[in-house]
Nanobody, 115 residues
């Protein structure tokens, strides 16, 4: 059974930092493309960052230079380091694991950026 468990969300002031983690089980982690998506109220879910099995990354333009995605194969975990957070980063952040026709989602973690 595939499980993706996110953690690390919370309330942070503008300009602050958070690190999200997503622990994966039940999948061949090393071959999956791992990604972070987010969905703000009233908006569609959007890609934030993605990392391939080979470590190639891509980012949404809105987070380039501020967010960093990484993965640890020994821990079956993907991370999203978020710096210089802005109020518009407020959303529920979801972890995704994709390989071929397989597409798996975590339950989401809330990130709120507010003073």
């Amino acid at each position: 059974q595939v499980q993706l468990v996110e953690s690390g969300g919370g309330l942070v002031q503008p300009g602050g930092s958070l690190r999200l983690s997503c622990a994966a089980s039940g999948i061949g982690f090393s071959i999956y493309v791992m990604g972070w998506y987010r969905q703000a109220p009233g908006k569609q879910r959007e890609l934030v960052a993605r990392i391939t099995s080979g470590g190639v990354t891509n980012y949404a333009d809105s987070v380039k230079g501020r967010f960093t995605i990484s993965r640890d194969g020994a821990k079956n975990t993907v991370y999203l380091q978020m710096n210089s957070l802005k109020p518009e980063d407020t959303a529920v952040y979801y972890c995704n694991a994709a390989w071929g026709l397989y597409d798996n989602w975590g339950q989401g973690t809330q990130v709120t950026v507010s003073s």
